[in-house]
């Protein structure tokens, strides 16, 4: 499906972006892995987290879609049912990399996962190797691609340091580690923390310290079962990015963003913005608070002029599904605006280092590829055209703000890749610009 977004005049008021992505498959996961029935609140629904939904119903847990809520009834954590067909991940990176972690623990079972074209080009080995250095088996095709067989065994804690920073690598290794006496994961740079929340909120063992050269060690402990009755889904900031980027570059804008989850570990998009100047207001969480709970608070968010910016590797894992924007906001900003040190873009739904470049550029963006990011150079304007979504959600929605932000407007082909994270954008759009 392909779908042309005009160039905008104003955006304003009042909107609830969809819900956390993350945070979701994360709940459907621990969901089916406590023991007692856990109500979500606001899961996603979308393409990639019914997936997850599907999933775990495939192993067991017994899943129950209502109005406002989603209730699953676990199988508990070493329950796991082996499938005689392939688990479908469908386009979902998370739940391909996090739920090996769990299935990893279930003694003499194997579980075969597989997905779309997409995903068979994603790589697993980065999950492969701390697991069986745990004790569990990995098969995979070409030995890091899936379709790929976990078989599972009874795990041993290790200590892990983190060789490429990753939210869900560290994931997969600490739900493993819930099987074991302890196990710790290091990582020298922060990501996401949503897993080690969840679990602490369930009444897992969850530590962490900060290390002395910086990041953060994780260490979870031999965990019984999971309780948890209760996990309320906020509104996904990397959603919400693509309204707070229309609501900068569009004139005459202003919006309030609702219910927005702004743990720090996921905000560094708003860091980034605030440095270039930007006009987004709301109690975000400060760096390096840790705690059970989701922070959650509302963006307001006016048009304004920005200035260029550096990203460097410190900040690309707490903004990395944003860093597209990143781009497209250069284009406006004043100088040249660089991301360095971003190359696991290079292995999201698409090459996104190449595709954000050629995509921009074909809109009339002065961009230019680097090995590990990109360097924009600001003018103020971008002239519009055709962008090419290659199957990738995030690069959808890029275009579609692009469109808005330009002077000729954006014909998004395959439009329909956005489903996967934002159903329902261009119905967003058109309310706050009526």
Same mark, same amino acid.
């Given at each position: 499906?392909?779908? %042309?977004?005009?160039p905008?005049?104003?955006?304003?008021?009042r909107?609830a972006?969809p819900?956390? /992505?993350s945070?979701?498959?994360?709940?459907?996961?621990?969901?089916?892995?406590a023991?007692?029935?856990?109500?979500?609140?606001?899961?996603?629904d979308?393409?990639?987290?019914?997936? =997850?939904?599907?999933?775990?119903?495939?192993?067991?847990?017994?899943?129950e879609? %209502?109005a406002d809520?989603? #209730?699953?009834r676990?199988?508990?954590? %070493?329950n796991?049912?082996?499938?005689?067909?392939?688990?479908?991940?469908?386009?979902?990176?998370?739940?391909?990399r996090?739920?090996p972690?769990?299935?990893?623990?279930?003694?003499?079972?194997?579980?075969?996962?597989?997905?779309?074209?997409?995903?068979?080009r994603?790589?697993?080995?980065?999950?492969?190797?701390?697991?069986?250095?745990m004790?569990a088996?990995?098969?995979?095709?070409?030995?890091?691609?899936?379709?790929?067989? *976990?078989?599972?065994?009874?795990?041993?804690?290790?200590?892990?340091?983190l060789?490429?920073?990753?939210?869900?690598? /560290?994931?997969?290794?600490?739900? !493993?580690?819930?099987?074991?006496?302890?196990?710790?994961? @290091?990582?020298?740079?922060p990501?996401?923390?949503? =897993?080690?929340?969840m679990?602490?909120?369930?009444?897992?063992? *969850?530590?962490?310290e900060?290390?002395?050269?910086?990041?953060y060690?994780?260490?979870?402990?031999?965990?019984?079962?999971?309780?948890?009755?209760?996990?309320? $889904?906020p509104?996904?900031?990397?959603?919400?990015?693509?309204?707070?980027? !229309?609501?900068?570059? &569009?004139?005459?804008?202003r919006?309030?963003?609702?219910?927005?989850? #702004?743990?720090?570990?996921?905000?560094g998009?708003?860091?980034? @913005?605030e %440095?270039m100047?930007?006009?987004?207001?709301?109690? &975000?969480?400060s760096p390096?608070?840790?705690? !059970?709970?989701?922070?959650?608070?509302?963006?307001?968010?006016?048009?304004?002029?920005?200035?260029?910016?550096? $990203?460097?590797?410190?900040?690309?894992?707490?903004?990395?599904?944003?860093?597209?924007?990143?781009?497209?906001?250069?284009?406006?900003a004043e100088?040249?605006?660089? #991301?360095?040190?971003?190359?696991?873009l290079r292995? /999201?739904?698409?090459?996104?280092?190449?595709?954000?470049?050629?995509?921009?550029?074909?809109?009339?963006?002065?961009?230019?590829?680097?090995?590990?990011?990109?360097? &924009?150079r600001?003018?103020?304007?971008?002239?519009?055209?055709?962008?090419?979504?290659?199957?990738?959600?995030?690069?959808?929605?890029?275009?579609? &703000?692009a469109?808005?932000?330009?002077?000729?407007?954006?014909?998004?082909?395959?439009?329909?890749?956005?489903?996967?994270?934002?159903?329902?954008?261009? /119905?967003?759009?058109?309310?706050? !610009?009526?």
């Amino acid at each position: 499906m392909n779908a %042309r977004f005009e160039p905008g005049t104003q955006l304003r008021g009042r909107i609830a972006p969809p819900a956390d /992505k993350s945070i979701s498959h994360r709940a459907a996961i621990v969901g089916a892995m406590a023991s007692e029935p856990v109500r979500i609140t606001n899961y996603l629904d979308a393409a990639d987290t019914r997936s =997850t939904l599907a999933a775990v119903r495939e192993l067991g847990a017994i899943v129950e879609t %209502r109005a406002d809520e989603v #209730v699953i009834r676990g199988c508990g954590m %070493r329950n796991a049912q082996a499938s005689e067909t392939p688990i479908d991940v469908g386009n979902a990176g998370t739940l391909m990399r996090l739920l090996p972690g769990w299935l990893a623990f279930q003694p003499e079972e194997s579980f075969t996962l597989d997905g779309d074209e997409s995903i068979r080009r994603r790589p697993v080995d980065r999950i492969a190797q701390p697991l069986e250095l745990m004790g569990a088996r990995i098969d995979a095709r070409e030995g890091r691609y899936p379709p790929f067989t *976990v078989h599972g065994a009874a795990l041993q804690g290790i200590e892990y340091e983190l060789p490429v920073a990753s939210a869900q690598v /560290k994931s997969a290794v600490l739900l !493993a580690g819930l099987a074991t006496d302890s196990t710790t994961v @290091l990582e020298p740079i922060p990501t996401r923390d949503h =897993t080690e929340r969840m679990l602490l909120s369930a009444g897992a063992q *969850v530590s962490r310290e900060s290390l002395p050269a910086g990041g953060y060690s994780s260490t979870v402990g031999q965990t019984d079962e999971l309780e948890i009755d209760h996990i309320a $889904v906020p509104g996904d900031l990397s959603s919400a990015a693509f309204l707070i980027a !229309a609501g900068v570059l &569009v004139s005459g804008s202003r919006l309030v963003l609702e219910g927005i989850g #702004v743990n720090w570990t996921r905000a560094g998009f708003l860091r980034i @913005l605030e %440095r270039m100047g930007a006009i987004v207001v709301g109690e &975000v969480e400060s760096p390096g608070e840790f705690g !059970a709970q989701e922070p959650v608070c509302d963006l307001d968010v006016s048009y304004g002029p920005i200035e260029a910016t550096t $990203v460097e590797a410190d900040e690309v894992p707490l903004a990395i599904d944003e860093l597209p924007l990143v781009a497209l906001l250069g284009c406006f900003a004043e100088g040249e605006t660089i #991301v360095r040190g971003a190359g696991e873009l290079r292995l /999201k739904e698409s090459d996104r280092i190449a595709t954000v470049v050629d995509g921009l550029r074909g809109l009339g963006a002065e961009i230019e590829a680097l090995p590990d990011g990109f360097a &924009v150079r600001g003018t103020g304007r971008l002239r519009g055209g055709r962008l090419q979504a290659h199957g990738d959600h995030r690069l959808a929605l890029l275009g579609a &703000v692009a469109g808005l932000a330009s002077e000729e407007g954006v014909e998004v082909i395959g439009m329909d890749a956005a489903e996967v994270s934002y159903p329902g954008f261009g /119905k967003d759009i058109a309310a706050l !610009a009526s």
